[in-house]
């Protein structure tokens, strides 16, 4: 049952990195497309696409801490008593984000749109970043059992910089593909080109610092890098290959695949985590199942994924069909 | 002086900056939730009405209620959001011991925001281009959710204050039995009395709106639906949450002596207990202060005969006991604002009964624009006996609040943090409604719908990319 809770927890995971981080790079964009004239219709794009769409997407970390806490206690207070600066931070940053953009969204004058985009752009970067850094502490072993672990040195350390550093560019990479594809539906090409060079530069980057990681990780974090480059490889392999025919696409053009093979090495990555840290929980002390509640909890956890999964998948399905066919308006 | 009262020698450093930042992030939450639970269901009710009676009014309002919800509920969210990080971060003890059984609720919570998340956007951005009908019913799955939502929270809550369905072997919880859990002594009672008070606080604050631009002479056919929907709701709710809030307190007289005591301010364990409004209480037990004293009135509220034995709170040490003053308080508060908005449902029942113009009654329209903030503060009073009156615990007779909270350092920087960001995010929302409420006002004295606001994004995307920007969207 532990295994059980555990994949539907690195579910919850992968589909934040994906879905959530598209909106946090939709950030990303926002923040660097420069003065109010020049970004403008960047900007309008990015608000278009993430409008009605965003709340749900962030669902996804909210699912992932209650399925933490419930299936996994122990570890998840010691997570929480071990990297509560970045994690404080992220919560900032999360309130700044989705306050910012519902404000910025309904607000009149150009002033208090520049107040609340800046909030919502400076806190998509920052966010990812120090949920990466936690992501980093945690893959790397830093987080003891028992919780009470070095406050700073759980999250000031290379794997967690790698993290860090990783999440941003691949939100921003992700961003851009989606929104190359929102661009070309919305018949737009100027926009459309716009962010294709973006994705392209973003998908170099996010490929040179994960190619940089394999080096950082050998060092900081051996039975990570064992594992990835062993057991978890063929999932490595299938990041690479996805990443880079997404490039490919994007470089002939195509967009519309692009986004899914993105998507898709994103999930390979993060599920390649997932395996590689099996059996283990936190580093090499903590198992799955030592961490896991009773049975009869694991099996509620379950009953929910499964009702989830009946109930809310194809919600949220006609929620992007009905976004998709422009049924839904943001203003 | 707060530490004063609520710190006990021993205590950890920790304790009171947790204790302070949970009660203010929960109860900034809590103001957004009854928005979160209701609004939706107010503005389906203004739409119904506007579809099956061809009504434009109605309309109107419900599209501008749901874009109102659209803000309330992305605040709600994230202010949600941080919650669930702090139940971690100031309160790791709570979670490693009972997070199994705790846990469960929550984990149902979270697939009821999935769906609300779902249908609120479909609802608020579907206004313009779905049909009529399968627009409507987008929203039904809101109201549901929130109420599904509610009652999961308040399990959580409940459970908290009425712990059941584990098994502890040497500290640990070893078997969870998730019914019992969920379905504890409290949850009744609690839920049903939350649900009703986010229709009561969210019906009341946006009747008042409108009652207060009644005053200001806006007396139009807008403003008099406007305030009709919300107010009637909230008024039909208002008695049936006098009667699960008393027999809320039969069940806190029956399994919480202590928290009784203090919100009745009763010393010492005696008969013919009287009920006392106002007062304070001294550590050794003494009453002082000014006060009314009804003789025999908690004995019999409790067990319906004066003759009701009812537990004094000096019949635990000192260190058991909650900051008595406080909680009865906020007793006091509850009760007493309860009563009072208990009466002006009746009034508006009188009113209604004889078919008065409700909008001419200045006096009337007086009450009913500060109902909701009397409302709000009452939900905040209840909560503040339910969560105080519980202390020193946090799980009740199980775990002690000093023995759950974080040792990590920095506890008053982030209290400290927390507070600006939540001003200003409060700041901000005042703002940005009331801009939205004149932007409307303007376009409702021009006659022009609001679709003409010259600012959404999809209008920047339609225009010629070579062209100047006309109007300032950054
Ligand atoms: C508008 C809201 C509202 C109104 C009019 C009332 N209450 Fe209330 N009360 C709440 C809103 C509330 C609440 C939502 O704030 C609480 C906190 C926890 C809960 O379940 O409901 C609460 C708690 C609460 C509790 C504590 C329950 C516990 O600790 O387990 C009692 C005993 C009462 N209430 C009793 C009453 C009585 C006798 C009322 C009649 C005058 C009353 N309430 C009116
Ligand atoms: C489901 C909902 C809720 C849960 C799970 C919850 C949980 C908690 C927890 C874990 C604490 C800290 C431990 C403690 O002091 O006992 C706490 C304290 C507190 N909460 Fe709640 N709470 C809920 C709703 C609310 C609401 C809506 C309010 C509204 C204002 C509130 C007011 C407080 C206050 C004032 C304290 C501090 C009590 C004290 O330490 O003296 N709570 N709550
Ligand atoms: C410790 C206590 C609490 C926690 C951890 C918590 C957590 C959350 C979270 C994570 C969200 C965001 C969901 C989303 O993204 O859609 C949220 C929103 C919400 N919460 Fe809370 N909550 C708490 C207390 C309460 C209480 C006391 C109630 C009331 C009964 C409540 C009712 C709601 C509702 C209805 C929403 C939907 C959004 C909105 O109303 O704006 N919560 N909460």
Redesign the interface.
């Known amino acids: 049952m532990s295994g059980v809770a555990a994949t539907i927890l690195f579910l919850g995971v992968t589909l934040y990195a994906v879905l959530g981080g598209a909106d946090f790079g939709a950030g990303f964009w926002d923040l660097t497309a420069g003065g ?2 020049r ?3 960047p ?3 990015i ?2 696409a993430l ?3 965003w ?2 997407n ?2 996804w ?3 992932c ?3 933490l ?6 570890a ?6 071990t990297l ?2 970045p ?2 931070i ?3 940053g ?6 910012g ?4 969204k ?5 002033s ?3 107040i ?2 800046a909030a919502f752009a400076v806190s998509s970067v920052i966010t990812p970043f120090f949920l990466g850094a936690v992501a980093g502490g945690i893959a790397s072993g830093r987080v003891p059992a028992g ?2 672990g070095d ?1 700073l040195g759980s999250w000031v350390n290379p794997t967690s910089m790698l993290g860090g550093a990783l999440a941003v560019v691949v939100c921003a990479y992700l961003a851009a593909v989606y929104l190359v594809a929102e661009a070309d539906r ?1 018949d ?1 090409p ?1 926009l459309e080109h716009y962010f294709r060079r973006r994705a392209i530069a973003a998908g170099i980057v996010a490929g040179a610092i994960a190619f940089a990681g394999i080096f950082v990780l050998r060092d900081d974090a051996p039975r990570l890098f064992d594992h990835l480059t062993g057991i978890a490889l063929p999932l490595v392999a299938v990041s690479a290959v996805c990443g880079l025919t997404a490039l490919t696409l994007l470089c002939r053009g195509a967009s519309r695949a692009g986004r899914y093979l993105a998507a898709a090495a994103v999930a390979a990555v993060v599920g390649g985590w997932g395996v590689a840290q099996y059996p283990f929980l936190l580093g090499t002390h903590l198992t799955l199942t030592a961490a896991a ?2 049975d ?2 694991l ?3 379950f009953a ?1 994924f499964v ?2 999964a009946v ?2 998948v194809p ?2 399905v ?2 992007y069909v ?1 976004e998709q066919r ?6 | 002086m707060l530490s004063a009262v609520v710190a006990a020698a021993g205590d950890p450093a920790q304790l009171l900056p947790a204790r302070t930042q949970m009660a203010f992030t929960l109860g900034i939450h809590i103001v957004l939730v009854p928005f979160g639970v209701a609004f939706v269901a107010l503005a389906l009710i203004a739409n119904y009405r506007g579809l099956r009676r061809g009504d434009d009014v109605a309309l109107r309002l419900a599209e501008r209620w749901s874009r109102v919800a659209a803000v309330l509920f992305a605040v709600g969210a994230v202010t949600g959001t941080v919650l669930s990080f702090e139940l971690g971060l100031l309160w790791p003890g709570l979670m490693r011991r009972f997070g199994q059984a705790y846990g469960i609720p929550f984990a149902i919570e979270g697939l009821f925001f999935f769906l609300e998340a779902i249908f609120v956007a479909i609802y608020i951005y579907g206004w313009k281009r779905m049909r009529p009908w399968p627009h409507f019913w987008a929203g039904i799955p809101v109201v549901l959710a929130g109420i599904g939502g509610t009652l999961s929270v308040i399990a959580a809550n409940s459970w908290m204050n009425a712990p059941a369905g584990y098994t502890l072997r040497h500290g640990r919880v070893v078997s969870v039995d998730p019914m019992k859990v969920i379905f504890n002594g409290a949850f009744w009672h609690e839920s049903i009395h939350m649900l009703l008070a986010a229709y009561i606080v969210a019906g009341f604050l946006v009747g008042g709106v409108y009652a207060a631009a009644m005053l200001r002479g806006r007396r139009d056919r807008y403003h008099r639906v406007g305030f009709l929907i919300p107010f009637t709701v909230a008024a039909i709710a208002m008695p049936f949450q006098i009667v699960v809030g008393d027999s809320a307190a039969r069940w806190v007289f029956n399994n919480e002596p202590v928290k009784f005591a203090a919100m009745e301010l009763i010393p010492k364990t005696t008969r013919d207990a009287p009920e006392t409004i106002g007062g304070a209480a001294s550590q050794a037990g003494e009453i002082h202060g000014p006060k009314i004293t009804l003789p025999g009135v908690a004995s019999l509220l409790s067990g319906w005969s004066t003759s009701t034995r009812v537990r004094g709170f000096t019949s635990v040490p000192p260190a058991d006991r909650p900051p008595v003053t406080i909680v009865h308080l906020a007793w006091d508060v509850m009760v007493g604002l309860g009563t009072a908005l208990l009466g002006l449902a009746a009034w508006f029942a009188l009113l209604w009964r004889r078919r008065r113009d409700l909008t001419r009654s200045t006096w009337f329209l007086r009450a009913a624009s500060v109902a909701g903030m009397a409302a709000l503060v009452t939900m905040w009073a209840g909560w503040t006996v339910t969560e105080v009156g519980r202390q020193p615990y946090i799980v009740y007779g199980v775990l002690r609040t000093r023995d759950a909270v974080t040792r990590a350092d920095g506890v008053w920087l982030s209290l400290a943090v927390v507070f600006v960001l939540y001003t200003l995010v409060a700041a901000a929302t005042f703002l940005v409604l009331r801009s939205m409420a004149r932007r409307w006002r303007r376009a409702d004295a021009a006659g022009v719908g609001d679709s003409d606001v010259p600012y959404g994004p999809a209008r920047v995307l339609e225009a010629n990319p070579s062209s100047p920007a006309a109007t300032g969207t950054r």
Not at chain 1, 326 to 331: E, M, W
């Open positions: 109010a004239t970004g403008r219709r900007r309008a794009l608000d278009a409008g009605p769409v709340e749900a962030h669902v970390l909210i699912f801490l209650v399925v806490w419930t299936a996994f206690p122990g998840f207070a010691a997570i929480m008593d509560y600066i994690l404080a992220a919560a900032v999360i309130v700044a984000r989705g306050a953009f519902a404000f910025g309904v607000s009149e004058t150009l208090e749109q520049r609340y985009g919780g009470g406050p919305l737009l100027d509640a009773p009869s909890t099996r509620v956890v929910v009702v989830a109930t809310c919600s949220l006609y929620l009905l422009g049924q839904l308006d943001s203003h």
